[in-house]
Nanobody
Framework: VQLQASGGGLVQAGGSLRLSCQAS????????MGWFRQAPGKEREFVSA???????YYADAVKGRFTISRDNAKNTVYLQMNGLKPEDTAVYYC???????????????????WGQGTQVTVSS
């Protein structure tokens, strides 16, 4: 599976962005798709994930502001980010895995496939 993330940019605090991650290769609908982010000097952290059955999971820091969704017909997962804050500034990565278990869904090490990352910068 190859993943191509897009949609990052520079936005003022309170603004919105929508990230997209398109997958190539078969079996997309069976994959758990995740979004992670990494700020300078920090470890990569979980943002959100959506499983094959459309169950969605969020980090506490983004709950109520971000929404993950998937379009299996387009092999694409989205991350709608509203109410952006300066602390959301990071490189955002999409990830995929077909065998991940629920208890590991927030662990980046468990994902086999990664996109190249897209920069999100939120100015105050």
């Amino acid at each position: 599976v190859q993943l191509q993330a897009s949609g990052g940019g520079l936005v003022q605090a309170g603004g919105s962005l929508r990230l997209s991650c398109q997958a190539s290769g078969g079996g997309f609908r069976q994959y758990t798709m995740g979004w992670f982010r990494q700020a300078p000097g920090k470890e990569r952290e979980f943002v959100s994930a959506v499983r094959w059955n459309n169950a969605m999971y969020y980090a506490d820091a983004v709950k109520g502001r971000f929404t993950i969704s998937r379009d299996n017909a387009k092999n694409t997962v989205y991350l709608q980010m509203n109410g952006l804050k300066p602390e959301d500034t990071a490189v955002y990565y999409c990830a995929a895995d077909s065998r991940i278990i629920l208890s590991s869904i927030r662990d980046p090490i468990q994902y086999d496939f990664w996109g190249q990352g897209t920069q999100v910068t939120v100015s105050s």
